[in-house]
């Protein structure tokens, strides 16, 4: 796979301020670089998905930009202001949103965020009102005045982002928003995250889902053992990936490299093949072409044990992107966020 | 969901140019009481956190009079006035230990990353919960002279006295519970900090003047009895409630509390402040 670095080309559109600006940032846990030199850029207005699996690094970047965590070397600047230096002022122009809930389960909803106004400097009446307001457009006036373990994940989460909404920060961060929903309720989180920002706001969210990220991101950055492993609008990183995946096993696994020409001919693109099982794995353009597929193999007489058609997951991704996961060869410390793939 | 209230946050204008460089000291104080009334609500929801401060001032006054009184003083009654102001020590720097396995608690919560990321004073989300604690050692302290008087003590500095002894208990739980909350921001679990603070406890209260009196000690312990704040801070209420008079004592009290603050309070807020 040669075609995955030209996918970093993307920058944000040229002229426009950046909400987050990041160059070179590390966090070191112990022997473990969890943030590996992330240079990221997100201009304002946009949605900017930060995707990659667990463990990846993706909440500890969140973290350091949110100043919960010291930065360790690197630049981050919100707005222009310096984290490192300035956190009290960066902490004026976001709002955060963890993976956990991050409101009291002790109190009420309405309480939560009557609370959180009345500390960032709202005064009694204005705190009241802008909790009401909030209850009600996250259709949580019902559930006011429950206890917070009466909650719902779902209606936990958008309290959780409510919390994050009362001065109406320029930036928000959302970690994880739709982690262990249900669809309808992601659906509804969806939707929401997209209003924001018609509003005006800027979103950097965390997902570990690619479907997610290409719902709602206009660019996506996946990253893997705390580095940048591409760049780009979901399209260029769909496009990497074809739009689903065709996986396919061969009744006699003695002909699965003669299968695997077959379908390199038939699609154009390069196929893997775990020659052992005689299953082939390979990016479809679109899911009709597994058709044609099957007409070339019958052609050639080869016949199939099954086959299955997929959207392409995370793990394909990565497979598209780095070969074969994330190999241990990137660790190449001159390039930050183009990455090689070799 | 509709979000057609929120009004465009700004766009046209630089963000980071509406920002205040700094929290003043009056938005501070007011966090501390948003957070203070934060904590009084989730005591008021569970109760049961005031169990220490109900039982043990009823439990060890009599416990400690009927045991050692005879063979301190000779008589229970003669025994209540060296022990009520020890015991009040003890209760407020028991329910003050609280403070730090609270802290610890509340810490492990996903809420705190939230306060951490708002622009708020450090010291708040620290002190709000301090400051909620003044009524536990009010109810420790009243409680414990309500249960000296039932067994026959009575104080000799009347009402004025009593008051003025329980005020300078108050304060000195809040001082001196800045080591636990300190204690809370360094410690991995709850449960350490329970153990630590047990261990700090009991050499301050037992090694100090609270239930016996100095000159019965050997003299290189009588050394560390007369330095130790809970020494100065039971002879003080010793003076206010059995003779209603603020002696030297007093000052050397508030003097200690404010020498304990300032060495723990900003060691407790930059660990905090540092805490992943």
């Known amino acids: 796979m040669t075609q995955t670095q030209e996918l970093i080309s993307s920058r944000p559109p040229a002229g426009s301020r950046l909400a987050v600006h990041t160059e070179d940032l590390v966090k070191t846990f112990g022997e473990t670089r969890a943030v590996d030199n992330i240079c990221l850029d997100v201009a304002e207005g946009e949605i900017f998905g930060v995707l990659g699996p667990n463990g990846a690094g993706k909440t500890t970047v969140l973290r350091m930009l949110a100043t919960l965590l010291d930065i360790d070397s690197g630049v981050a600047q919100i707005f222009g202001v310096d984290v490192a230096r300035s956190p009290h002022v960066v902490r004026q122009l976001i709002g955060l949103t963890g993976q956990y809930a991050s409101v009291d389960e002790g109190l009420t909803a309405l309480e939560n965020l009557r609370l959180f106004g009345r500390l960032q400097g709202l005064s009694r009446a204005q705190a009241r009102s802008t909790a009401d307001d909030l209850l009600t457009q996250f259709a949580l006036e019902e559930a006011a005045n429950k206890p917070l373990a009466k909650f719902s994940g779902g209606m936990r989460r958008r309290l959780d982002l409510a919390a994050s909404l009362i001065t109406r920060p320029p930036l928000i961060f959302l970690d994880e928003p739709t982690t262990g929903l249900d669809p309808r309720t992601r659906g509804q989180m969806w939707t929401t995250i997209r209003s924001l920002v018609a509003d005006g706001a800027t979103v950097l969210l965390t997902t570990q889902y690619l479907d997610e990220a290409d719902q709602l991101a206009d660019r996506i950055a996946v990253i893997d053992h705390g580095r940048t492993v591409a760049e780009g609008t979901p399209d260029e990183l769909k496009s990497s990936v074809g739009v689903s995946t065709l996986q396919l096993d061969v009744a006699s696994a003695v002909q699965g490299a003669e299968a695997a020409r077959v379908i390199e001919a038939v699609l154009g693109t390069e196929v893997h093949l775990a020659p052992e099982q005689g299953r082939i794995t390979v990016p479809l353009p679109a899911a009709d072409k597994a058709g044609d597929v099957l007409v070339a193999l019958r052609a050639a007489s080869i016949s199939v044990a099954s086959l299955q058609v997929s959207k392409p997951s995370l793990d394909e991704v990565f497979l598209a992107l780095t070969g074969s996961g994330v190999p241990d060869e990137q660790n190449d410390p001159t390039s930050s966020t183009v990455q090689e793939t070799h | ?276």
């Open chain 2, 1 to 276: 969901m509709t979000t057609s209230t929120l009004a465009p946050a700004a766009v046209a204008t630089d963000p980071a140019a509406r920002t205040t460089p700094h929290v003043t000291l009056s938005a501070g104080l007011s966090q501390t009481f948003s957070l203070a009334w934060r904590a009084l609500k989730t005591m008021q929801r569970n109760p049961e956190q005031l169990f220490d401060v109900i039982v043990q001032p009823l439990l060890f006054t009599a416990m400690f009079a009927y045991i050692f009184g005879g063979a301190i003083s000779g008589s229970v009654a003669d025994y209540l006035p060296l022990l009520i102001p020890g015991i009040l020590a003890q209760t407020s720097l028991t329910a003050c230990m609280a403070t730090g396995v609270k802290l610890r608690e509340d810490m492990d919560k996903g809420v705190f990353d939230r306060f951490k990321s708002l622009p708020i004073a450090r010291t708040a989300p620290i002190a709000g919960p301090m400051v909620a604690d003044l009524l536990r050692y009010f109810i420790a302290a009243t409680l414990t002279f309500f249960t000296g008087i039932l067994m026959g003590y009575r104080p000799g500095g009347g009402v004025w006295g009593v008051s003025g002894a329980i005020l300078l208990v108050v304060v000195a739980g809040w001082s001196l519970a800045w080591i636990f909350a300190w204690l809370g921001t360094i410690a991995r679990s709850a449960t350490s900090v329970q153990g630590i603070s047990m261990m700090i406890m009991f050499p301050l209260t037992f090694l100090s003047n609270a239930f016996v009196t100095v000159d019965t000690l050997p003299s290189w312990l009588q050394t560390f009895v007369k330095v130790n704040p809970v020494s100065h801070i039971v002879t003080a209420v010793r003076d206010l409630a059995n003779n209603g008079t603020v002696g030297a004592e007093v000052g050397w009290a508030l003097f200690a509390c404010a020498v304990v603050i300032a060495i723990f309070a900003p060691l407790a807020v930059r660990r905090y402040s540092r805490s992943v």
